[in-house]
């Protein structure tokens, strides 16, 4: 028991995860005093940084660096202890203790979960090619940053937000960019058929070839390098491929230590697992969505970060429950999309002119209810569709639609 | 290496050294200047990282793009004339010493 001598008055929060959850936990408890003790667990090398970078700017510019939340020394002042590339192996409920790669035993009286999700692969193809990227990490983006100087034409296997982030990135850099979606359209799983609509013509416009539709099946790997992919039956020279075909959540350690998962550590709306001694927040949980109470888990910033503030209510025994509207963004060169509340396929869809014919919104109603706004260059929409969202008030279709109104006139 | 000076909403002052191309929000949370959210990351997302500008360093700033004045109608604490987001102001030598006010709130 190393680290196990906590002061008496101290009841140690053990917090386990780099990302935005995790740096949002410790944020939170700073602001609430409760700074002292506790001990944040990471499995990277890096303290908590910001990830939404990683596929845009930080690939397109050699010198940029990564973006800490913090530094070293806001969390030494604060009295957290950090555990750099030192991953947790293993949960003891009972003795309430975190077990970490090194060998450390951190005890807990608290435990919070924040282990996010994992990109995922394409199953049958080897682990370590030279020239294949999951991007997930500052280590797989300073990867694919050096790989995108020397090759010559990048494929993105996956239409989605971070497969369409890094082709319009490496397009910015003068690579030619190839984006292969399985389904029938862009972003199935994100944003209506409207918007993916104008998202695949802008592309197209600006010279990326984006095919959707496709069957991405054997491949054909050389030394430590894929060579080629078959797309419809056609085997094709690979560069450089990205893989952006959705994400896992991170929930092993978790699984192993007895608490419920199911597409994600199953958390209530204060985010308490099935030990009530253990919290998750963050893309790694499955949470009961506040309207419906149907179970959702969310891969985003707005969740890891408003999650890890209800959590810290919890900690601080002044429980808040987790309601916030859900809210995203995705930027595409250009293209600059901002969805507001959870789209439904039951969703009557309208249309809202913006200033320009590349700025539109798309407003969806449920049982005559705005359910959800998806802005395409209008921030100003996207923002004022938040606070309508968050304040219920709902405003009828025509009402809404009018653009000669500015949308935040009805907040 | 240019210098930002932060007023911070408790009224001490916070002078803190970055490098050139860096963004005003990225030396603020290098810094651990809380009063400083930035929740998108600098992508002029969230209008979370306001500041107002000390007017005499104003006209030394590039121009707010579309996007950035759209998200300036959104801040939390009030919209001044010379509100910006900091993520978008990026250092160089000629910015050295500029001054910039935290508000109150972000969220």
């Known amino acids: 028991m190393s680290e196990a001598d906590f002061g008496a008055d101290t009841a140690p929060i053990v917090i386990v995860g780099g990302g935005h959850a995790a740096a949002q936990v410790c944020a939170g408890l700073v602001t609430a005093g409760r700074g002292a003790g506790v001990h944040l667990v990471c499995e990277e090398p890096e303290l908590p940084y910001q990830r939404p970078p990683l596929s845009k700017a930080f690939l397109k510019q050699p010198q940029e660096a990564l973006q800490h939340h913090r530094p070293e020394s806001w969390f030494a002042d604060a009295g957290i202890t950090v555990h750099l590339a030192d991953p947790a192996v293993a949960i003891d409920r009972v003795e309430r203790s975190v077990r970490l790669q090194s060998g450390k035993h951190l005890c807990y009286d608290r435990l919070v979960l924040a282990t996010g999700a994992r990109g995922r692969r394409l199953s049958h193809l080897p682990d370590g090619l030279q020239n294949v990227v999951v991007l997930r990490s500052a280590a797989d983006a300073v990867r694919l940053r050096e790989l995108l100087a020397h090759e010559g034409h990048l494929t993105v296997v996956g239409g989605g937000f971070i497969g369409l982030e890094v082709a319009a990135s490496a397009l910015a850099l003068g690579r030619t960019v190839d984006v292969l979606e399985s389904a029938p359209r862009l972003l199935m799983r994100s944003v209506s058929p409207e918007v993916a609509d104008h998202v695949l013509q802008t592309h197209r416009a600006n010279g990326m070839v984006v095919r959707v539709g496709v069957a991405v099946g054997g491949f054909r790997i050389g030394a430590d390098r894929l060579e080629t992919l078959t797309v419809d039956g056609v085997e094709t020279p690979v560069d450089l491929l990205v893989l952006g075909i959705g994400a896992v959540p991170e929930h092993a350690l978790a699984s192993a230590a007895g608490l419920q998962c199911d597409n994600g550590i199953v958390v209530d709306e204060f985010m308490q697992t099935s030990d009530p001694a253990v919290l998750a927040i963050g893309d790694c949980t499955n949470f009961p969505e506040p309207t419906t109470g149907h179970r959702l888990r969310l891969e985003s910033v707005q969740n890891a970060n408003d999650q890890a503030k209800a959590a810290v209510a919890t900690l601080c025994a002044a429980p808040q429950p987790y309601r916030a509207v859900p809210w995203f963004w995705s930027e595409q060169g250009s293209l600059r999309l901002q969805m507001a509340g959870l789209g439904s396929h039951d969703a009557t869809r309208f249309r809202r002119k913006g200033s320009s014919d590349a700025s539109f919104s798309v407003l969806h109603y449920v049982a005559g209810r705005l359910a959800s706004v998806e802005s395409v260059n209008a921030p100003l929409d996207h923002m004022a569709a938040r606070k309508l969202l968050e304040t219920g008030r709902n405003v009828a279709p025509e009402i809404a639609c009018e653009s000669s109104v500015p949308l935040k006139a009805h907040v | ?107």
């Open chain 2, 1 to 107: 290496m240019p210098d930002v000076v932060f007023q911070l909403p408790d009224g001490r002052e916070q002078r803190v050294s970055g490098q050139p191309g860096e963004s005003v929000m990225q030396i603020a949370t290098a810094a651990g200047i809380t009063g400083i959210v930035a929740e998108c990351g600098g992508s002029a997302m969230c209008a979370t990282c306001h500041v107002y500008v000390d007017p005499q360093w104003l006209g030394r700033l590039s121009p707010p793009l579309a996007n950035e004045l759209e998200m300036l109608e959104c801040t939390a604490a009030e919209r001044l004339p010379n509100s910006r987001l900091s993520c978008q102001i990026k250092l160089s030598d000629v910015l050295d010493g500029i001054a910039v006010r935290i508000p109150d709130r972000q969220q």
